[in-house]
């Protein structure tokens, strides 16, 4: 079981809020990422770090922002949210290499729980 | 361009049942391929793995074959449980990325019925 939590798992709220998504990992991982995913869809990389002080946007256009000041914390803030932001956020982690003790398990990605976010 | 199917997208099979799920994809280079499970409103969580040198890995009843010179995958599932109802992603990584970049499919959304 990966040790990988996010906050909340459910959010509703009005248009125009701004919110903050929180990710926290205890494994010590140095690259994050950020996906969003609609219902039967794909995850689509909205945000990634490779490290502290490393935000790079990703594949999905998103209006939101990342940071990355301690290397157990990588939360996602949306200044002004909108309908269409409605989704679900999920956070993963990854390590340098792979887990000791074992083979490269080359980009091994380990996921959160999801936040469902629901803008009105 | 890199991408990843999967077929079929949704499936219903009576509990005790085997399925087999399927993943045909283009990613290039190839690094290794992943089946998650994902239950509904959770992250994904890694079933097997393999790499290019690898036709078959198994966890438990679910076995997982990777073709790589067709660039297809399948995943079955042994006498089937209604705890396996959720959908399986498969992910393909690509070789010679620093970021450790998946590309994703879409799932295969498979319902258990008692």
């Known amino acids: 079981e990966a040790d990988i939590y996010q906050t909340p798992r459910y959010l509703v709220i009005g248009t125009g809020k701004k919110i903050t998504l929180e990710c926290s990992q205890t494994m010590g991982h140095d690259k994050m990422y950020w996906y969003q995913q609609d219902p039967g869809m794909e995850l689509h990389l909205i945000h990634y770090s490779y490290g502290v002080n490393s935000t790079e946007k990703g594949d999905l256009s998103s209006e939101s922002t990342v940071s990355r000041i301690r290397t157990e914390h990588f939360p996602l803030t949306l200044e002004s949210a909108r309908p269409s932001h409605t989704s679900q956020y999920l956070c993963?982690?990854?390590?340098?290499?792979?887990?000791?003790?074992?083979?490269?398990?080359?980009?091994?990605?380990?996921f959160g729980p999801g936040t469902r976010l629901t803008v009105l | 361009k890199n991408q990843v199917e999967q077929s079929p997208q949704s499936l219903i099979i009576l509990e005790g049942k085997n399925c087999t799920l399927q993943?045909?994809?283009?990613?290039?280079?190839?690094?290794?391929l992943r089946w998650y499970k994902q239950d509904t409103g959770r992250g994904p969580v890694s079933l097997t793995i393999m790499t290019f040198s690898e036709n078959t890995k198994s966890n438990g009843r679910y076995t997982a074959t990777l073709d790589a010179d067709t660039k297809q995958s399948s995943l079955h599932i042994t006498a089937s449980q209604l705890s396996d109802s959720a959908s399986y992603i498969c992910?393909?990584?690509?070789?010679?990325?620093?970021?450790?970049?998946?590309?994703f499919g879409r799932g295969t959304q498979l319902t258990v019925w008692p």
């Open positions: 993943c045909n994809y283009t990613v290039s280079p190839f690094s290794n």
């Open positions: 992910v393909v990584s690509d070789r010679g990325s620093t970021l450790g970049r998946l590309y």
């Open positions: 993963a982690s990854s390590p340098k290499q792979g887990l000791a003790g074992g083979p490269p398990l080359g980009n091994e990605q380990f």
